[in-house]
């Protein structure tokens, strides 16, 4: 497990079960472990390390899911829009092909090629609901805390092959395991078929959960630089 989140534990010792952790004098200090945690820059990385590590679960803090679901609500209304902006596009061409007798090759291409752009945009979009809006949030950050690291790695992303640093093989430089589909339906109180068949639903999952992973570990890596310690050292 990435020593952040180790460490971090400490400051919630109640928080999160470290089965095997040794017994002896911590190397860092709660004040030590304060000091490095109020480095970190503000934002959802920040508040994910004091989510996952210091709180730790059944914790659904209301800056955190509100920054969650700000984040949600842009990439949504985006994606509404191009989804609007992609329909209209092909309406107009469609309106203009059917204006002309004879319409050139280039101008059937032209809606076809819409056509294409238009489904697109439409799968792109996610759907609305806001009850499973909420529990999507919810089951990101349970995911995250759920700790499913890879066992390679244990959560590094990388191993070390004599002195080089190299992309874990086992779980291809993600760090951790995916939760099944059925599990994650189970988290967010839809069933399996529901999300298989609502791609959407999964997408939106997968795009919150990624940024939330890639803030949280960036949050720890500046974590870790405040108290000294190096990334690139050995498991």
């Given amino acids: 497990m990435p020593d952040y989140r180790r460490l971090l534990a400490k400051l919630n010792p109640r928080a999160v079960n470290f089965l095997g952790a040794g017994g002896g004098a911590p190397e860092h200090t709660t004040d030590d472990l304060n000091g490095a ?21 059944g914790h659904y803090p209301t800056l955190l899911m509100d920054t969650m679901k700000d984040m949600v609500h842009k990439e949504w209304t985006s994606r509404r829009i191009a989804d609007e902006v992609a329909r209209l596009s092909l309406h107009i061409a469609e309106e203009d092909l059917a204006f002309r007798r004879n319409p050139t090759h280039d101008q059937k291409m032209q809606v076809t090629r819409l056509k ?22 919810r089951a990101v950050l349970d995911e995250i805390r759920g700790q499913n690291h890879c066992e390679t790695c244990q959560g590094r992303e990388s191993v070390w092959d004599g002195d080089l640093s190299v992309t874990c093989p086992e779980c291809n430089g993600r760090g951790f395991v995916a939760l099944s589909g059925r599990k994650r339906a189970e988290m967010i109180g839809l069933s399996e078929g529901a999300i298989r068949n609502t791609h959407q639903w999964v997408d939106l999952y997968e795009w919150l959960l990624g940024r939330c992973r890639q803030a949280e570990r960036y949050a720890g890596e500046q974590f870790e630089r405040s108290l000294g310690i190096g990334l690139d050292k050995a498991a």
Avoid: F, T
């Avoid at 294409?116 to 949030?137: C, D, F, M, S, T």
């Fill in 37 to 57: 945690l109020g480095m970190v820059s503000d934002g959802l990385g920040r508040q994910l390390l004091e989510a996952c590590w210091v709180l730790g679960p």
């Fill in 116 to 137: 294409l752009e238009a489904e697109g945009a439409k799968l792109r979009a996610w759907p609305y609901n806001p009850e499973v809006h909420v529990q999507i949030r």
